[in-house]
């Protein structure tokens, strides 16, 4: 089959490799009709996470047709057509009981190597490093399904693959970073980075009773969109612009009642704090750019809510926690707990609340992923999400 492979730091590659097998009696095997580039992959890309080998295939959303499933796969069967969450669980530990599935203590086969670094593992995830887990990813033509008995989500409708295919990961992470951020009706809510992730926190933060949502980046194309959804938006690379003085002349000086850091540990910043992570960054003398963290934690009023879906990975410096100690406020984060959100999602979409595929704006094949890696990467293009037809011939 063809998939798309880690092929070491900004260098990615579509190769012919292997078909995925069974291994397990609760594998199904998953021929893939959809995929897509994350966000995420692309810390991958640019070699922010570590444990990553040649070779790796990448990919951690997806959907397709079950073409195979183990002897001990009970609710699937051949031709079903379901969306595949990016976290594995296995649905019995203490975790998965307590719906905490992201923290699955059964799924990581290599979680001595994050308890290594971090102290603790969380589940297995698809395409994203060996220390979590090393499965094959899913941008590829098949991938195995590790315990098929309680990911993945069947689609008995007639929907599109592109109707439901960020159920997977993006549409799910926006609405917990959204439910993490504990949204009070008439609540105002400021949303650093308007990409697919923050897209879906602002409309989902909209659907849990904001009033008012400030949207902060600045792509011109990702901001058209944040204002189609109602957000007002701060483009914080205009000239003179301060995002926290923006933030406190739209809130009356008090700060909004709730932040969401959709961007994680590559931030960028103009100011002097962002030549100081990348200066400490390429001297591995810090791991994340966490410039949008500490500007959060600085706006969020007093007793406030920092929610954090955007991916950190290791040592973060000059974060100002004393602030956030000061002003008492409440610090929600994590991968998301997918399987809570998945079926109530795909209910608001089967009642036409919304449609997720309105953040597309590439469709390209296995063939062309390498290069839309650089593309989005360098944010070119006006990209917004890409969707990759494993099946479709790039000379089409």
Request: charged share 20%; proline share 5%; glycine share 10%.
């Amino acid at each position: 089959m063809k998939a798309v492979c880690w092929m070491g730091k900004s260098k990615v590659e579509t190769l012919t490799v292997a078909d995925p097998k069974l291994l397990n009696p609760h594998d199904a095997i998953i021929k893939i009709t959809k995929t897509a580039i994350c966000g995420s992959d692309l810390h991958l890309y640019d070699g922010f996470i570590p444990t990553m080998e040649s070779g790796d295939i990448l990919g951690h959303e997806f959907m397709g047709v079950v073409e195979e499933v183990g002897k001990e796969v009970t609710n699937l069967r051949r031709g079903d057509r379901v969306v595949i969450p990016f976290t594995i669980a296995c649905g019995n530990c203490l975790f998965c009981k307590k719906k905490i599935w992201a923290a699955c203590d059964n799924s990581n086969p290599n979680a001595h190597l994050m308890e290594a670094a971090y102290g603790y593992s969380g589940s297995g995830l698809f395409g994203y490093s060996h220390m979590m887990g090393g499965y094959a990813g899913g941008q590829a033509q098949y991938a195995r399904v590790p315990f098929a008995n309680v990911g993945p989500l069947k689609i008995e409708s007639d929907l599109p693959d592109e109707k439901v295919l960020f159920l997977s990961d993006i549409f799910p992470t926006g609405y917990m970073a959204a439910e993490n951020a504990q949204i009070q009706s008439g609540d105002t809510v400021a949303v650093w980075g308007c990409g697919p992730v923050g897209q879906f926190a602002i409309a989902s933060a909209f659907m849990l009773g904001a009033a008012r949502v400030i949207a902060i980046d600045r792509l011109p194309e990702r901001l058209e969109m944040a204002r189609s959804l109602g957000a007002i938006t701060v483009d914080y690379s205009e000239e003179d612009v301060s995002v926290l003085t923006a933030l406190k002349d739209l809130t009356g000086g008090i700060g909004p009642d709730a932040c969401i850091d959709a961007v994680g540990l590559e931030a960028h910043s103009a100011q002097l704090q962002g030549t100081y992570d990348k200066v400490k960054v390429a001297l591995m003398m810090e791991t994340d750019r966490p410039s949008v963290l500490r500007q959060a934690i600085q706006a969020v009023r007093k007793g406030g809510t920092l929610s954090v879906p955007g991916v950190y990975g290791g040592l973060l410096d000059k974060v100002p926690f004393g602030a956030a100690f000061g002003k008492g406020i409440t610090m929600k984060m994590g991968q998301t707990n997918m399987h809570n959100y998945m079926k109530p999602l795909l209910e608001r979409i089967e009642k036409g609340q919304i449609d997720p595929s309105y953040i597309i704006s590439h469709r390209i094949t296995l063939e062309q992923a390498p290069e839309m890696y650089k593309v989005w990467r360098d944010k070119k293009e006006n990209v917004t999400k890409i969707v990759i037809d494993p099946w479709a011939n790039a000379a089409a």
